[in-house]
């Protein structure tokens, strides 16, 4: 059985930084791709970041392109999520995707795909960025 599991989460002041992870067991490959969504309250999940295992292509909502970076460690199937100048207004619950096989498409740009692919979800981790 495949899990995720997150971790690095917390709370930090405007400005600061956190480093999240996700380790993955129960799947001996490389997953097809894997990604980080966020979820505040009230408001639907979304995408933050994420990256194809083949060509290590990588992909980031616009909100977050040059303060987050994503990569991976493929030999042990993990996923790192750098967050520099936080704000307030990345508050949320960040989850970890994967999904796993040999596939083609943007499996990981949304929830949705993620599902549709037979992904797997994380639990989540909160991060809390106060003014």
């Known amino acids: 059985q495949v899990q995720l599991v997150e971790s690095g989460g917390g709370s930090v002041q405007a400005g600061g930084s956190l480093r999240l992870s996700c380790s993955a067991s129960?799947?001996?490959?490389?997953?097809?791709?894997m990604g980080w969504f966020r979820q505040a309250p009230g408001n639907e999940r979304e995408r933050v970041a994420s990256?194809?295992?083949?060509?290590?292509?990588?992909n980031y909502y616009d909100f977050v392109k040059g303060r987050f970076t994503i990569s991976q460690d493929n030999a042990k199937n993990t996923l790192f999520l750098q967050m520099n100048s936080l704000k307030p207004e990345d508050t949320a619950m960040y989850y970890c995707?994967?999904?796993?096989?040999?596939?083609?498409?943007?499996?990981?740009?949304?929830?949705?795909?993620?599902?549709?692919?037979?992904?797997?979800w994380g639990q989540g981790t909160q991060v809390t960025v106060s003014s």
């Open positions: 990256i194809y295992t083949d060509d290590g292509t990588t």
């Open positions: 995707a994967a999904v796993p096989g040999r596939r083609s498409g943007p499996s990981c740009a949304t929830p949705k795909g993620i599902e549709n692919a037979g992904g797997y």
């Open positions: 129960g799947y001996s490959y490389k997953f097809y791709c």
